[in-house]
Nanobody
Framework: QVQLVESGGGLVQAGGSLRLSCVAS????????LGWYRQAPGKQRELVAA???????NYADSVKGRFTISRDNAKNTVYLQMNSLKPEDTAVYYC??????????????WGQGTQVTVSS
């Protein structure tokens, strides 16, 4: 059974930094695309950053230049380094793994989320 567990969230002042981690069990990260999403109260869940198996990255415009996604396949871990945090970054952050079973068939697995709160 695949499980993803996030950690690293917390309360930080505006301008500060946090590093989120997401560790997988039951499956290897290697060969699967990974992503970080967030959901603020009353808003839809949105993509923050994604990283492919080849290491290509993609970011939401709102976090470009401030956040960095990275992966360590040997540790089955994906990271989100968040710098210059703003109050509008406050949300529950989730990691997601898209498990590729075969061409055209994949499953998405989500972590339980970690709260990030940025005070002004």
């Amino acid at each position: 059974q695949v499980q993803l567990v996030e950690s690293g969230g917390g309360l930080v002042q505006a301008g500060g930094s946090l590093r989120l981690s997401c560790v997988a069990s039951g499956s290897s990260f290697s060969g699967n695309d990974l992503g970080w999403y967030r959901q603020a109260p009353g808003k839809q869940r949105e993509l923050v950053a994604a990283i492919t198996t080849d290491g290509n990255t993609n970011y939401a415009d709102s976090v470009k230049g401030r956040f960095t996604i990275s992966r360590d396949n040997a540790k089955n871990t994906v990271y989100l380094q968040m710098n210059s945090l703003k109050p509008e970054d406050t949300a529950v952050y989730y990691c997601k793994m898209r498990l590729s079973v075969r061409p055209g068939l994949s499953y998405d697995y989500w972590g339980q989320g970690t709260q990030v709160t940025v005070s002004s």
